[in-house]
């Protein structure tokens, strides 16, 4: 065997996105035990980050020991016991996901079905929650794979109007738009490390109201994965000092997100947030001089992902596989029934920059000029730098 060494990329996908030089420095410092106490000093500095990077100051925030998944597996295994009402509403993979494992958690579930590029219908989750006593609404935040932003405020109001627990996925929105926990008065709030947070994949950060939590101390059967049973997990996370052997903390992964937590606040969350919409207006003025359009309606889009339509005349792969060959840039394919109509291109944390914006509209123009496709590069680079001005 030879040590790997991965190949220059620069990430503009759904995720993984890039990482800054000071996180990936983080990951290589020293492994300690996960029982030291200057790692239990570290434990607790994560979760009061957490807690403000959520603004959930009164949930219990802590950072699961596996990817983004790992938050939503938890939050519906730990809320749902066999028979329990569950709303799922589905505008994209991840709600579809979220109904699978619902179902696996025994749970009588109802999804609510959209239009992929569509956000979540308010109206129409309401009306499913008003037919029958449901015990938890689930939704997605921010819907990587079709780049629509739902009303998460709306939907935890309505949550809590028919007596239902709110699970809300937010691991593409954390980082990127404005993530409210304790405005919205959420339940279950989970992201991950990949996306605007710009740390590795592997970790997901979790947080848990004091309804929810309760709901989890009285279940009347045990949570039937192990792991991610938040009864076992607090007493590794919760206690300060008391801590006992639970799993072994993925150390090192912690180190990364600690120093990419540093970073955003050195930057400012809310000026990350407008950072994030800055790129986007740009890169989406440079996209339409382009001669491209979006899939999603302007007032329901992501900043920080962009579902561009693949014009008809054009291969889909034979763009992304030009950008990668050529540039080095990954951008995203689209999933489900979107597969070959759309490109998904990330604007996430350290890759929502203005020298990715440029680099990508000019590595896209090249691949569409290859294929005939008459993209001027000189009018989507001016559109795009008239925005970042
Ligand atoms: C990426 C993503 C996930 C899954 O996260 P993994 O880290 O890939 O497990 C879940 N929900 C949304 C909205 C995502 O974008």
Same mark, same amino acid.
């Given at each position: 065997?030879?040590?790997?060494?991965?190949?220059?990329?620069? =990430?503009?996908?759904?995720?993984?996105?890039?990482?800054?030089? @000071?996180?990936?420095?983080?990951?290589? @410092?020293?492994?300690?035990g996960?029982?030291?106490?200057?790692?239990?000093?570290?434990?607790?500095?994560?979760?009061?980050?957490?807690? %403000?990077?959520?603004?959930?100051?009164?949930? #219990?925030?802590?950072?699961?020991?596996?990817?983004?998944? #790992?938050?939503?597996?938890?939050?519906?295994?730990?809320?749902l016991e066999?028979?329990? %009402? +569950?709303?799922?509403?589905?505008?994209?993979?991840?709600?579809?996901?979220?109904?699978?494992?619902a179902? %696996?958690a025994?749970?009588?579930?109802?999804?609510?079905?959209?239009? /992929?590029?569509?956000?979540?219908?308010?109206? *129409?989750?309401? +009306?499913?929650?008003?037919?029958?006593?449901?015990?938890?609404?689930?939704?997605?935040?921010?819907?990587?794979?079709?780049?629509? @932003?739902?009303?998460?405020?709306?939907?935890?109001?309505?949550?809590? $109007?028919?007596?239902?627990?709110?699970?809300?996925?937010?691991?593409?929105?954390?980082?990127?738009?404005?993530?409210?926990?304790?405005?919205?008065?959420?339940?279950?709030?989970?992201?991950?490390?990949?996306?605007?947070?710009?740390?590795?994949?592997?970790?997901?950060?979790?947080?848990?109201?004091? *309804?929810?939590?309760?709901?989890?101390?009285?279940?009347?059967? $045990?949570?039937?994965?192990?792991?991610?049973?938040? &009864?076992? =997990?607090?007493?590794?996370?919760?206690?300060?000092?008391?801590?006992?052997?639970?799993?072994?903390?993925?150390? &090192?992964?912690?180190?990364? =997100?600690?120093?990419?937590?540093?970073?955003?606040?050195?930057?400012?969350?809310?000026?990350?947030?407008?950072r994030?919409? @800055?790129?986007?207006?740009a890169?989406v +003025?440079? !996209?339409?001089?382009?001669?491209?359009?979006?899939?999603?309606?302007?007032?329901? *889009? =992501?900043?920080?992902? &962009?579902?561009?339509?693949?014009?008809?005349?054009?291969?889909?792969g034979?763009? %992304?596989?030009?950008?990668?060959?050529?540039?080095?840039?990954?951008?995203?394919?689209?999933?489900?029934? !979107?597969?070959?109509?759309? /490109?998904?291109?990330?604007?996430?944390?350290?890759?929502?920059?203005?020298?990715?914006?440029?680099?990508?509209?000019?590595?896209?123009?090249?691949?569409?000029?290859?294929?005939?496709?008459?993209?001027?590069?000189?009018?989507?680079? +001016?559109?795009?730098?008239?925005?970042?001005?």
């Open positions: 065997m030879q040590s790997f060494q991965p190949p220059r990329r620069i =990430l503009m996908g759904p995720g993984p996105s890039d990482v800054s030089p @000071r996180v990936l420095s983080a990951l290589a @410092r020293p492994t300690i996960h029982l030291d106490p200057e790692f239990q000093a570290l434990m607790e500095e994560i979760k009061s980050a957490l807690q %403000r990077l959520f603004n959930a100051p009164d949930h #219990a925030c802590v950072p699961l020991p596996a990817p983004g998944t #790992a938050g939503m597996e938890a939050a519906i295994m730990n809320l066999p028979g329990d %009402r +569950a709303v799922i509403a589905v505008n994209g993979a991840f709600g579809g996901r979220m109904a699978d494992m179902g %696996r025994g749970a009588s579930v109802m999804t609510v079905d959209h239009d /992929w590029g569509q956000p979540v219908s308010v109206a *129409r989750v309401e +009306a499913a929650l008003a037919q029958a006593p449901t015990k938890v609404l689930a939704f997605v935040h921010a819907e990587t794979s079709t780049g629509a @932003r739902s009303d998460a405020a709306s939907l935890c109001a309505v949550a809590r $109007k028919h007596g239902a627990l709110s699970i809300v996925d937010c691991v593409t929105s954390l980082g990127g738009i404005v993530v409210d926990v304790a405005g919205w008065d959420a339940d279950v709030v989970y992201s991950g490390t990949q996306k605007c947070l710009s740390a590795p994949p592997g970790l997901s950060p979790i947080a848990l109201s004091k *309804r929810a939590q309760q709901v989890i101390t009285g279940r009347k059967e $045990k949570v039937r994965n192990w792991l991610l049973d938040f &009864n076992l =997990l607090m007493s590794y996370w919760g206690g300060e000092g008391g801590r006992t052997y639970h799993h072994t903390a993925p150390i &090192n992964a912690l180190y990364g =997100l600690h120093e990419s937590l540093v970073a955003i606040f050195e930057e400012g969350q809310q000026a990350a947030i407008v994030h919409a @800055r790129m986007h207006e890169l +003025a440079g !996209l339409e001089a382009a001669g491209l359009k979006m899939l999603v309606a302007e007032k329901d *889009r =992501l900043p920080q992902l &962009n579902t561009v339509c693949v014009p008809s005349e054009v291969d889909e034979a763009v %992304r596989a030009h950008v990668l060959k050529h540039w080095d840039l990954e951008i995203g394919a689209g999933l489900g029934p !979107l597969k070959g109509k759309v /490109w998904r291109i990330g604007l996430m944390g350290a890759s929502a920059t203005a020298w990715h914006v440029r680099l990508c509209l000019t590595a896209l123009c090249e691949a569409l000029v290859a294929q005939e496709f008459a993209a001027d590069v000189g009018a989507a680079l +001016a559109a795009a730098d008239s925005r970042l001005a």
